[in-house]
């Protein structure tokens, strides 16, 4: 049923807890996890090319840092992997990689924002699931009273 699941990771802890929970349903349906670390370059075009370039390798070492982590926690379980680093916007860029790989399910974190933080940060995860046919499997990453307003 769930052969092909795709979990975007930024590395964070709420990344961590759905990567868990991905890993469960990876070994109960017999899928292959499908990790995906994308770089946001959404709000970098004011940067100078040396700048972007510089901070580019950064994120791209936090990402493929974050997906070593992963390889690493699916091979000692047993579970097939696959990792990919995208740039782009998050949500198209994670939107586009499931048709691609032609997802069964999207397993999303989230960091439970409300209120003006929300409203100023946006939610990736919000905008895949608007924007999406296929499941999303939503894991709640903080406990919602340490984010009220």
């Given amino acids: 049923m769930y052969e092909r699941i795709l979990v975007p990771t930024d590395g964070s802890d709420g ?3 759905s990567m868990t929970e991905a890993f469960d349903l990876a070994e109960e349906m017999g899928g292959t996890i499908h990790a995906l670390y ?3 370059t959404r709000n970098y075009n004011t940067l100078s090319d040396t700048k ?4 580019e390798d950064e994120l791209s070492e936090i990402g493929e840092q974050a997906l070593e982590d992963v390889e690493a926690q699916a091979t ?3 579970i097939p992997v696959k990792t990919s680093i995208e740039r782009g ?3 198209e860029e994670i939107l586009s990689y499931a048709t691609d790989i032609d997802a069964d399910v999207i397993v999303m974190g989230t960091h439970g924002r409300s209120g003006l933080q929300h409203f100023l940060m946006g939610s990736v995860t919000e905008k895949v699931i608007r924007s ?3 499941p999303v499997l939503v894991i709640r990453g903080m406990d919602d009273e340490s984010t009220k307003e």
Avoid: F
Wanted: glycine share 10%; proline share 5%.
């Fill in 15 to 17: 990344a961590a807890k």
């Fill in 38 to 40: 994308v770089i946001d």
């Fill in 52 to 55: 972007w370039l510089t901070l």
């Fill in 76 to 78: 000692a379980r047993g």
């Fill in 89 to 91: 916007i998050p949500h």
């Fill in 132 to 134: 999406t046919g296929r």
